[in-house]
């Protein structure tokens, strides 16, 4: 009997020949995703959880996209994506530069983190926050206080002026610290960020969206995952 395979691609006609599911022909399998920091990769995972829970289906998506634990600073890794002597060792991953920089070139695999006003995703936290604060935003202190613990008078007296100093001065180091310091705060002030930005965050999915179909072959993956 002869059986008609829909949607038959390369990727489909491999599980058949070697008789395999398609998790386990992906074992081996991933995008390298690199990027600049622990910061950064923290924010990008955020946005993962929440458009997961809007799409299952992304899942599987997001699934291949590895992220080396690395520090790298933006100028080396814009240099190293638009190098074309590298254009062989770069053509299958994505670079994803924080939001504060200007270095987007989509025809070389680069995008940027959403973001608003150019800043890092440690600048989003602290700016999100003091927002909140500053607008008396109680259902966002309420809920972070049942998910975090933290309350918005703890905020005020032992976080606020340090954090002000730091969104002023833009020192990155001392930005990293106090980011890392109170991590589950400002990873509350990112989802709520995120949140509140779909458009942002939309924009920058489909900017990735490109950028996994252009390179999922060359990982032999099938670039029709993400429709």
């Not at 995008?31 to 299952?56: C, G, H, N, Q, T």
């Not at 730091?166 to 960020?193: D, G, H, M, P």
């Amino acid at each position: 009997r002869i059986t008609i395979m829909e949607n038959a691609n390369i990727y489909n006609i491999e599980m058949l020949l070697k008789n395999k599911l398609r998790t386990e022909l992906s074992d081996f399998r991933n995008i390298p995703v690199w990027m600049e920091d622990d910061e950064a990769r923290k924010f990008l995972k955020l946005i993962f959880e929440k458009s997961k829970e809007k799409d299952k289906k992304l899942g599987e998506v997001f699934s291949y996209f590895h992220m080396p634990e690395t520090r790298i600073s933006a100028d080396i890794l814009k240099n190293i994506f638009i190098d074309d002597k590298l254009l062989k060792s770069t053509m299958g991953s994505i670079c994803i530069l924080d939001g504060d920089k200007n270095g987007a070139k989509i025809e070389n695999n680069i995008i940027t983190l959403p973001s608003n006003k150019m800043f890092s995703p440690e600048l989003i936290a602290f700016n999100h926050i003091l927002e909140k604060y500053e607008n008396n935003d109680y259902k966002f202190w309420d809920n972070l206080y049942k998910e975090t613990g933290y309350t918005g008078e703890y905020f005020r007296t032992n976080i606020k002026e340090n954090v002000e100093k730091i969104t002023k001065n833009k020192n990155r180091e001392k930005a990293k610290k106090e980011f890392n310091k109170n991590i589950s705060l400002y990873e509350y002030s990112l989802k709520s960020w995120i949140d509140e930005n779909q458009n942002k965050i939309d924009k920058f999915l489909e900017d990735l969206k490109k950028l996994f179909k252009k390179v999922a072959s060359y990982q032999k993956i099938d670039k029709n995952l993400w429709p």
